[in-house]
């Protein structure tokens, strides 16, 4: 018998959408559109491999605006 795994949610700001394909591709997340902007539905270590490739995505794009890279 499988164990069903918990899922938890976290929201996501508007904007960055190819940011966000990029990462429901990447990592075993759902994404579900709701009034507040976008949220990721998966499992919690998920969730944090998902917020660390955000981040790290927006700092690299703030870099390239502002023309360190």
Do not use: S
Request: hydrophobic share 35%; glycine share 8%; no cysteine.
């Amino acid at each position: 018998m499988q164990e069903e795994k918990e899922e938890f949610q976290m929201g996501i700001p508007k904007g960055g959408e190819a940011m966000l394909a990029h990462a429901y591709e990447k990592f075993d997340i759902k994404l579900e559109q709701t009034e507040f902007g976008p949220k990721v539905i998966g499992e919690y270590d998920e969730l944090v491999k998902v917020k660390e490739f955000l981040a790290n995505a927006i700092k690299e794009r703030l870099e390239e605006l502002e023309g360190n890279k």
